[in-house]
């Protein structure tokens, strides 16, 4: 694990300094999962994984956000804040649908309380699958977001 999850790493910095010239910065929007997405996203900075030396940086404001990382099934109570997010997030936005819940609704697809995933509020750009998704999963999502941020720079050209 350690010597894939470095080149993984690598990989990743490499590519968000070619993208950025800086660290990929990420607003991680929980709106309304169980949890477990949340210590997945957590275990990305701890010890083990560290994800910042990979250039990678959770922010708090979505105003500094390149990309916005949304966990769950989007509850009715989440649905403005979550737009609200959205809307603060700079252009162009960038959204990734993390874990099943936020790709599908999950186990709460048939809830009155939840929508079907984020996407049937936002556009969603990168789909991270699990339940929850590793960290490895997390990092593979984060560099398929970085592949399609360099698309539209490359196409704005």
Excluded: W
């Excluded at 910042?52 to 403005?80: C, K, W």
């Amino acid at each position: 694990m350690d010597q894939d999850l470095e080149s993984m790493g690598e990989a990743l910095r490499e590519r968000a300094m070619k993208v950025f010239g800086r660290s990929f910065a990420i607003r991680e929007v929980d709106a309304g999962s169980c949890n477990a997405c949340e210590v997945e996203v957590n275990s990305l900075t701890n010890s083990v994984y560290d994800i910042e030396r990979f250039g990678i940086h959770i922010v708090a404001s979505p105003r500094h956000a390149d990309a916005l990382l949304v966990t769950g099934p989007v509850t009715r109570n989440m649905e403005v804040p979550l737009l609200k997010t959205y809307e603060a997030a700079p252009s162009p936005r960038m959204v990734i649908a993390m874990g099943a819940c936020a790709i599908s609704g999950g186990i709460f697809k048939d809830c009155y309380a939840c929508h079907r995933g984020v996407s049937d509020l936002l556009p969603v750009d990168v789909l991270i699958p699990g339940c929850p998704p590793r960290p490895q999963a997390v990092i593979h999502g984060l560099m398929a977001a970085l592949g399609k941020i360099e698309e539209r720079k490359f196409k704005r050209r």
